[in-house]
C-alpha cells in the first residue's frame, strides 16, 4: 500500500524567502510527525498531531516555523524568512496512534536549501 | 531530558561477520524503542520495534534486545552482507515524539 509521502523532494530557496513542505501520511493514521536532520546531526523533532488535539509544539525551533494539518490528514510545515542554519532534510512520519506500541513509518523527507 | 547515544559511531566488518550495534538511553520511562535503517540521501526504514513491556524482537537475520532497567539495547545482525552498509538509528519514544541517537554508518566489505 502507499507509504507516507512528502513534497517536493529537493527545494532551494534564497534567505529570506517562505517555504511549504507538504506530508501525505498514510491513511488512517491518527497521528503525525515532523522532525529535521540537519547534516551531520542526529534527528530533530518538531512538531506532533493527534486527531483533533492541540499540537505538540515543543520542537519548532523558532516561531519562523509553524504547521498545520487540515481534515486530520494532509499536513503543511511552513518556514517564513528562511535563514542558512534551516537547510536540512525534513522528514514526515505517520503512526495509528501515538505515544506506546505504534510504528512510526516515515517519509523520504523534504531536502531544503537555503542559499 | 532524554539522551540516547550510539556506539559505535562507524563500524567496518567483512561480508559474513556477525555484528552488534548499541543503543543508551538515559530515561527508562519509555513506551517503545525502534530501530532504523536510512540509506544515503533516502528517508527512515524501521527495522524492528521493540515495546516497552518487551525485552526483544526479530526479524529475518536481525534481533534487536531491550533492557529497560539498564537503559540499553542492541542490534545483532547476523551473517552481514554489503547490502546491509547503512546507517543504523535507535530511537525511544517517551511521550509524543521519538528521540534518536546519532547512529552508527555500518560498512560491510564484500
Known amino acids: 500500500g502507499a507509504g507516507v509521502s512528502q513534497s517536493p523532494s529537493n527545494k532551494v530557496t534564497e534567505k529570506g524567502k517562505d517555504v511549504e513542505l507538504r506530508c501525505d501520511p498514510i491513511?488512517?493514521?491518527?497521528?503525525l510527525y515532523w522532525y529535521r536532520q540537519s547534516l551531520g546531526q542526529g534527528l530533530e523533532f518538531l512538531i506532533y498531531f493527534q486527531g483533533n488535539s492541540a499540537p505538540d509544539k515543543s520542537g519548532l525551533p523558532s516561531d519562523r516555523f509553524s504547521a498545520e494539518r487540515t481534515g486530520g490528514s494532509v499536513s503543511t510545515l511552513t518556514i517564513q524568512r528562511t535563514q542558512q542554519e534551516d537547510s536540512a532534510v525534513y522528514l514526515c512520519a505517520s503512526s495509528w496512534l501515538s505515544g506506546s506500541s505504534y510504528e512510526q513509518y516515515f517519509g523520504p523527507g523534504t531536502r531544503l536549501t537555503v542559499t | 531530558k532524554q539522551e540516547v547515544t550510539q556506539i559505535p559511531a562507524a563500524l567496518s566488518v567483512p561480508e559474513g561477520e556477525n555484528l552488534v550495534l548499541n543503543c543508551s538511553f538515559t530515561d527508562s520511562a519509555i513506551y517503545n524503542l525502534q530501530w532504523f535503517r536510512q540509506d544515503p540521501g533516502k528517508g527512515l526504514t524501521s527495522l524492528l520495534l521493540?515495546?516497552?513491556?518487551?525485552r526483544e524482537q526479530t526479524s529475518g537475520r536481525l534481533n534487536a534486545s531491550l533492557d529497560k532497567s539498564s537503559g540499553r539495547s542492541t542490534l545483532y545482525i547476523a551473517a552481514s552482507q554489503p547490502g546491509d552498509s547503512a546507517t543504523y538509528l535507535c530511537?525511544?519514544?517517551?511521550?509524543?515524539?521519538?528521540?534518536f541517537g546519532a547512529g552508527t554508518r555500518l560498512t560491510v566489505k564484500p
Open positions: 491513511s488512517g493514521h491518527t497521528a
Open positions: 530511537a525511544v519514544s517517551p511521550r509524543n515524539d521519538m528521540r
Open positions: 521493540i515495546q516497552s513491556s518487551q
